[in-house]
């Protein structure tokens, strides 16, 4: 259930000031100069990918993690982040940067582990592995590990789990994810508050039909429909555990018992977090985090172009620091890659989201039309603003490459052709007899909003349509889309994947039956052979089987229904400091991994 | 008309042509001349005045000649060139050739992202934001004159109504009017699958800012008015029997063609900073239209790798603001060369 908002190309516009200076501005460069490292960097984040997530088993899951070559323990890392955390009640977070210190403060049931050689494995954090199904996936049974505890050392048993499920039926959990809840109690919507109206705290509990703990260690989850993504589920921050004897409802949300490797020492809402060593976090019984650095000292408040320069600069105290969740700013991104000594000191990988422009399928109904569409739409200038290579890579499909089984495709030729083509597009409607066809182009009025319709009004009208364009203003221009009966016939918009599948993206996204208003279904798609496979893959309980059904469905979608076109895959480019060790990106947090990081002595 | 009657009578007799003949030469010279003439001869003597006007005239003549100069240089400030031809723009969208792209092809540059001429747009955009400031200004003087006249001569209730009406727009946040008034003007004339047309945003943008740009004016004009029509002359006139329109047009308004004219000089660039302004802050004009004020909130957003870009519109507009207010400065010592500087 996550959009974003930098699919708008809503960069600010900072203060604007005439420099008199000397005009050595200018001069990018020309392509050939440019750092090869850097592509080829970029090309293996992508190959790392290309193998699938696997669910790991007990020894997978076993303590202590594989050791990050070169850690030496000790030392203090500056951390500087864009965004003060809003919620720290694991059942509240849902956004990356929380969901990125949510790794190192809360455990859940699952997580994934990312070894050296850049492999994915979803195994068991709190419980022995990954899962086990059985009743064909609607049976979900995990054992809890020894020696597993919370800061103060109190042992965490399933009598938390249960708690943790149970509070996220609570009115004031609202922030979270609800995927868990609606699953349990098979509806959509919040429709799922109703099975457990307060919570656990007047002293109803789920019943045992849904959620079984038959002893302190173990757990059971009965879906009434087969839930096979259930390891992906538990391996997202917002269901990590809480701790049952000690839940002060709201106020947890400000001073959380952690379980992770670390634990919160002060936090100054807005100004700085202190994190420092967890001491009854056992490595023995997490095979994915470390606990290397002694204290992260996050300070908030630091803009992308902030952070960027002062870890460019490397000097005095930013070369142990490092940036969470900042990536490097598109206008410095040209410097930091041409300069392989800054250069060096990168991570990159994707983030989940996949940027489209939707076609109204309510208003565009002739496929020949939005065929031409879909051929002529140039994805050049989006994939530019974004920071070329480094923050974007042309998409021929709707699900992103950080998805498992992923397999690259490009059946309409959009990445091979970034500029569209616009004589192609000319001749569909020609054949078709819709040349002038009137098409209203909904965009959001930023400087480069209106930019980017620039180009795509140029290149529809090239390919013989009337274009009509229309800004929208960039605060409530998904409310304005997301309407059903909206006057729009193509307007943009961007989804991230909740967990690396599928299942996260098409459902939502393309299936008819969830039409609503302010519904990601942006392109209103109601196609009956989207919705029978969304039922069938739904059902499959061989992840392999289903990861394949999915994109075999994506590339249906992009030629046979063509809802819209697909135009860019986000990345994310990362800097570091000079003394920052065990630097690597994780595609499924969609920034650094925090957990092993270390201090070069 | 005295003096020349004193001439007669003090003139030695003799034939009436031979007189004048002889006589012309010195007295002529002190006599017939209209404030406006000494105006003008004190004007030609203010060097910085006269310099700053060929500077304004420069822009005009660039703004209205822009078709032509778009002809002979062989571009349009429409087309994509970085877009259409590889080689000009890089991978992040940048012009390749060192300093923006400037060329002999391309002048200035190239734009990044898009890749249209930097002079080009440069050149429409003056046309743009010139034409709407010229129409602001007349529209807003205009206003003022009838606002501020009828104050000052009707007084009374018509007086009192009008200054209430003036100071209740003066309190009104004119930036954030603007802001909040813009979309809406464009969205109250459209229908929601239509695009807006460019000159619906013009019209628009001249309206509100001719809404909120008329009080300073009408209230010196009020001031004026009401010290000249205690005067002798006025007091004349109206025992004469003329008429209230006649003593407007005939008796105050050439006495307040000084303030208007030193105003409106003033005003004009302060129209042109304001519509770029709120074309910077994305209210005004919008793309492909070229605009002066957009071209700033572009450069701004990429000066830390294409500090060209924001150098042609920047000097521009900073040649051209401080020419027109050095040139309302000369006209108005020109008018009245008592005023202390």
């Not at chain 2, 603007?178 to 809406?184: E, S």
């Amino acid at each position: 259930m996550r959009r974003t908002r930098t699919a708008l190309l809503a960069t600010v516009a900072a203060g604007a000031l005439v420099l008199t200076a000397c005009s050595s501005g200018g001069g990018g460069g020309n392509s050939t100069t440019e750092n090869k490292d850097a592509k080829v960097k970029q090309s293996k984040s992508a190959q790392q990918l290309a193998g699938q997530i696997t669910f790991g088993d007990d020894a997978a899951s076993k303590g202590p993690a594989e050791p990050v070559p070169g850690a030496t323990p000790g030392g203090t890392m500056n951390v500087l982040e864009r965004d003060s955390y809003t919620h720290l009640d694991p059942g509240q977070i849902y956004v990356s940067n929380e969901g990125q210190l949510a790794t190192l403060i809360h455990r859940g049931l699952t997580t994934y582990k990312l070894d050296n050689a850049g492999k994915y494995t979803v195994v068991g954090d709190l419980a022995t592995n990954s899962g086990e199904q059985s009743d064909g996936g609607k049976t979900w049974t995990y054992h809890l590990k020894d020696g597993i505890k919370f800061q103060d050392g109190t042992p965490i048993t399933s009598k938390d789990i249960r708690w943790s499920v149970e509070r996220l039926f609570a009115p004031f959990i609202t922030n979270g994810p609800a995927y868990l809840q609606q699953w349990l109690a098979n509806t959509a919507g919040t429709d799922y508050r109703k099975l457990l109206p307060d919570g656990p705290y007047k002293g109803a509990h789920l019943p045992d039909t849904l959620l079984s703990t038959p002893d302190a260690k173990t757990i059971v989850f009965h879906f009434p429909k087969p839930q096979t993504d259930t390891p992906y589920l538990f391996a997202m921050p917002g269901y990590s555990v809480v701790d049952s004897a000690k839940d002060t409802k709201q106020a947890y949300d400000k001073a959380p018992v952690a379980s992770g490797p670390y634990m919160i020492k002060n936090f100054d809402q807005g100004k700085s977090m202190t994190l420092v060593k967890n001491p009854n976090w056992d490595p023995n019984t997490d095979s994915a985090r470390h606990q290397y650095v002694d204290t992260f000292a996050i300070t908030f408040n630091h803009q992308a172009e902030d952070s960027t320069k002062r870890l460019m600069s490397d000097s005095g105290e930013n070369q142990t620091s490092v940036s969470f969740d900042n990536a490097v700013d598109t206008d410095n991104t040209p410097k930091v890659v041409g300069d392989p000594a800054i250069y060096k000191r990168t991570v990159a990988g994707y983030q989940p989201f996949v940027g489209q422009i939707d076609f109204n399928m309510k208003r565009l109904t002739d496929f020949d039309v939005r065929k031409a569409l879909a051929l002529a739409i140039p994805t050049k200038a989006v994939y530019q603003a974004l920071g070329a290579e480094y923050g974007a890579e042309y998409a021929g499909g709707f699900l992103s490459p950080s998805l498992a089984g992923y397999q690259k495709a490009d059946p309409l030729g959009k990445a091979a052709n970034p500029n569209g083509d616009a004589a192609a597009a000319k001749k569909i409607l020609t054949d078709a007899g819709k040349l002038n066809t009137k098409i209203t182009y909904a965009y959001v009025n930023t400087t480069a909003g209106q930019q980017y319709s620039v180009t795509i009004a140029t290149a529809l009208k090239a390919a013989g349509f009337d274009v009509q364009r229309k800004e929208l203003p960039s605060d409530t221009y998904y409310d304005l889309i997301g309407k059903v009966d909206n006057q729009y016939d193509i307007y943009a918009s961007a989804w991230g994947a909740d967990w690396p599948s599928a299942s996260t993206v098409i459902p939502p996204v393309f299936d008819g039956r969830t039409i609503a208003d302010q519904a990601p279904n942006y392109a209103h798609v109601n196609d009956a052979h989207i919705n029978s496979e969304i039922d069938r893959i739904e059902a499959l309980t061989d992840p392999a089987a289903a990861q394949k059904a999915w994109f075999d469905l994506n590339t249906y979608i992009v030629t046979k229904v063509i809802p819209g076109v697909p135009t860019v895959y986000y990345k994310q480019l990362q800097l570091f400091g000079s003394k920052v060790g065990g630097a690597v990106y994780n595609n499924m947090f969609s920034a650094i991994d925090a957990t092993k990081l270390f201090v070069k002595q | 008309m005295t003096s020349s009657t004193e001439t007669t009578l003090a003139g030695p007799p003799g034939e009436p042509g031979q007189i004048a003949d002889s006589g012309t030469a010195a007295p002529a010279e002190l006599a017939g001349r209209s404030p406006g003439q000494l105006m003008w001869q004190r004007f030609k003597r203010d060097r910085t005045g006269v310099i700053s006007a060929y500077v304004v005239g420069f822009f005009f003549l660039v703004g209205i000649f822009a078709p032509v100069i778009s002809k002979l240089y062989g571009k349009d400030p429409y087309t994509l060139y970085g877009t259409n031809e590889p080689g000009l723009l890089n991978d992040f969208g940048y012009p390749i050739a060192p300093n923006g792209g400037m060329s002999s092809r391309f002048w200035f540059g190239i734009e990044p992202n898009l890749g249209r001429d930097v002079f080009m747009q440069l050149v429409y955009g003056i046309r743009t934001s010139l034409s709407i400031a010229v129409a602001v200004t007349l529209a807003v003087t205009a206003t003022a004159i009838v606002m501020g006249v009828t104050a000052g001569y009707v007084g009374g209730k018509t007086d009192y109504f009008i200054g209430r009406v003036t100071d209740l727009l003066m309190a009104l946040p004119a930036q954030l009017f603007f802001v909040a008034v813009m979309p809406v003007v464009t969205a109250v004339f459209v229908s929601p699958v239509d695009e807006t047309p460019t000159y619906l945003r013009v019209v628009a943008l001249i309206s509100v800012q001719w809404f909120l740009g008329w009080m300073g004016l009408a209230r010196l004009l009020r001031g004026q008015v009401l010290s000249l029509r205690e005067r002798e002359f006025i007091e004349a006139a109206r025992v004469t029997g003329a008429s209230s329109w006649r003593i407007v047009r005939r008796e105050l308004l050439p006495n307040l063609v000084t303030p208007i004219l030193v105003q409106s000089t003033l005003m004009l660039p302060a129209f042109v900073t304001a519509e770029a302004g709120l074309s910077f802050l994305g209210v005004g004009l919008i793309e492909p239209t070229p605009d002066w004020g957009r071209m700033f909130a572009r450069g701004a957003e990429v000066y830390q790798n294409d500090l060209t870009y924001m150098f042609f519109p920047g000097i521009a507009m900073v040649v051209f603001i401080v020419a027109f207010n050095l040139l309302g400065d000369s006209v108005r010592d020109a008018f009245d060369p008592k005023a202390a500087r």
